[in-house]
């Protein structure tokens, strides 16, 4: 991959800084890059068996009605996932976004079912509450040194507990039928939420790939120490990659409003797990410094592919979380084996 210049300018960093000196970020983000573009392929080909061989259990599986159902899923969880892993490649965590998610679908529902405010109007509100949250989750990490497991597990508990409060554990139905179409609709024969993450990663890919915030984030994941020495603004940066986590959290708790047609106080809420599996699968790191867009829509797909084969095949729903932790495991233990033969 090209190095790419610093042609904007930043309060925090250095002029000073030259190409020489990111030359081993740009050589382990080159090296780290093509390594997850084949675990992409091998995921790619792993997801392809795993079809086959719930077709060969539910030939139903392979239905049109059925794929486009998988596809519809799949984009939320991807959307989820896609937060997660820029918060992972520059080396934090934030486990708020399935209660992120879950607070700004009722925030929106709420201000569409209990007010005059435009449905759309309140869709965009909704997204300010997910990058509300994210920034009082990056300032909180940055300003104040706390860890960031401790402040997103301690906002998850805080976000789904507003959640509940508002709703009383209730549905807040009759939502206008002017915004069904964001989670119902199709064009041709793609779910309009696809359509949405598609254009989402391909921005993100963009921002982390062909902007200096993307080499910067693989720098801050790969050596905090060393960024700060270089004039990375990294506090800046880390606050920038949880109001992104929260966005797109936002983003998908709206969507799966539109598609319910109703707020649910329990959007979200298996989402955490997938979350994580999804871009280690594809090639992140818990550690930070590594990440794909590419890799982690994948890894949502075969999340999403495997739950729905447990639906397809008659197994009890039960066995989801079984299948749900395991997956989660096999991901980290592949991350732990990447990282001792990198």
């Known amino acids: 991959m090209a190095m790419f210049t610093n042609k904007g300018t930043d309060k925090g960093t250095d002029k000073s800084l030259t190409n020489a000196q990111f030359a081993p970020v740009s050589w382990i983000k080159r090296f780290s890059t093509s390594t997850i573009k084949s675990q992409a392929v091998m995921l790619l080909g792993f997801l392809i068996i795993v079809?086959?061989?719930?077709?060969?259990?539910?030939?139903?599986?392979?239905?049109?009605?059925?794929?486009?159902?998988?596809?519809?899923?799949?984009?939320?969880?991807?959307?989820?996932?896609?937060?997660q892993m820029t918060a992972l490649l520059a080396g934090v965590i934030d486990l708020s976004v399935g209660s992120a998610a879950g607070l700004a679908g009722i925030c929106a529902a709420l201000l569409m079912n209990k007010t005059v405010v435009d449905p759309y109007l309140a869709l965009c509100i909704g997204l300010l509450v997910g990058v509300l949250i994210g920034f009082i989750n990056g300032t909180l990490v940055t300003k104040l040194r706390l860890n960031p497991f401790i402040v997103t597990?301690?906002?998850?508990?805080?976000?789904?507990g507003v959640t509940l409060v508002v709703t009383?554990?209730?549905?807040?139905?009759?939502?206008?039928?002017?915004?069904?179409?964001?989670?119902?609709?199709s064009l041709g024969?793609?779910?309009?939420?696809?359509?949405?993450?598609?254009?989402?990663?391909?921005l993100l890919a963009f921002m982390l790939n062909r902007t200096y915030?993307?080499?910067?984030?693989?720098?801050?994941?790969?050596?905090?120490?060393?960024?700060?020495?270089?004039?990375?603004?990294?506090?800046?940066?880390?606050?920038?990659?949880?109001?992104?986590?929260?966005?797109?959290?936002?983003?998908?708790?709206?969507?799966?409003?539109?598609?319910l047609a109703s707020g649910q106080p329990t959007v979200g809420s298996g989402w955490l797990l997938p979350s994580f599996a999804a871009p280690i699968?594809?090639?992140?790191?818990?550690?930070?410094?590594?990440?794909?867009?590419?890799?982690?829509?994948?890894?949502?797909?075969?999340?999403?592919?495997?739950?729905?084969?447990?639906?397809?095949?008659?197994?009890?729903?039960?066995?989801?979380?079984?299948?749900?932790?395991?997956?989660?495991?096999?991901?980290?233990?592949?991350d732990k084996m990447r990282r001792r033969s990198s």
Do not use: C
Request: charged share 10%; glycine share 10%; hydrophobic share 60%.
């Open 281 to 334: 699968l594809g090639g992140a790191a818990l550690s930070g410094g590594a990440g794909s867009v590419l890799g982690t829509l994948v890894g949502a797909e075969i999340m999403t592919v495997i739950q729905n084969g447990i639906v397809m095949t008659g197994m009890s729903v039960y066995w989801e979380n079984v299948v749900v932790g395991v997956v989660l495991i096999a991901a980290i233990i592949i």
């Open 213 to 259: 915030i993307g080499r910067h984030l693989f720098a801050i994941g790969g050596n905090k120490d060393a960024a700060i020495l270089v004039g990375i603004p990294v506090n800046r940066r880390i606050i920038l990659v949880y109001v992104i986590s929260g966005t797109l959290s936002a983003m998908a708790g709206l969507l799966m409003v539109a598609r």
């Open 51 to 83: 079809s086959l061989i719930i077709t060969a259990l539910a030939p139903r599986f392979l239905q049109i009605d059925n794929l486009s159902v998988i596809l519809r899923q799949a984009s939320f969880v991807a959307l989820v996932s896609l937060g």
């Open 189 to 202: 024969p793609f779910p309009v939420p696809m359509l949405i993450t598609v254009f989402v990663a391909i």
């Open 153 to 160: 597990l301690s906002m998850s508990f805080i976000l789904s």
């Open 168 to 185: 009383r554990g209730w549905a807040i139905p009759d939502l206008p039928d002017k915004i069904h179409w964001l989670g119902k609709s």
